[in-house]
């Protein structure tokens, strides 16, 4: 098993930012590919980003790129998600993803192990 615990989430007014963190546990495993997911109210959960934990690429959806950075820590098994230049759009449960035998995937079908959520609003 694996446990995946968010933080970070908060009310921010537009133009603002937010770091969010993600703290895997449990199973050890050696290249998944992690990523942040979104889910605003009456919509399907969105991918965010993902990161490759061997190499470290990165990839973004369109609506995010230029604002949002994914990033890690290997030594302490956490992902980030900076958020800059934040939107009223951005506003939606961040839930932290892993996907154990790692590769490129965006949809969120491929994950295997989801955290909790944390909460993002973003005021006009």
């Known amino acids: 098993q694996v446990q995946l615990v968010e933080s970070g989430g908060g009310l921010v007014q537009a133009g603002g930012s937010l770091r969010l963190s993600c703290a895997a546990s449990?199973?050890?495993?050696?290249?998944?590919?992690m990523g942040w997911f979104r889910q605003a109210p009456g919509k399907e959960r969105e991918f965010v980003a993902i990161?490759?934990?061997?190499?470290?690429?990165?990839y973004y959806a369109d609506s995010v790129k230029g604002r949002f950075t994914i990033s890690r820590d290997n030594a302490k098994n956490t992902v980030y998600l900076q958020m800059n230049s934040l939107k009223p759009e951005d506003t939606a449960i961040y839930y932290c993803?892993?996907?154990?035998?790692?590769?490129?995937?965006?949809?969120?079908?491929?994950?295997?192990?989801w955290g909790q959520g944390t909460q993002v609003t973003v005021s006009s």
């Open positions: 993803a892993a996907r154990l035998s790692g590769g490129i995937y965006y949809h969120k079908q491929w994950y295997d192990y």
């Open positions: 449990g199973r050890t495993f050696s290249n998944p590919t």
């Open positions: 990161i490759l934990w061997s190499g470290g690429r990165t």
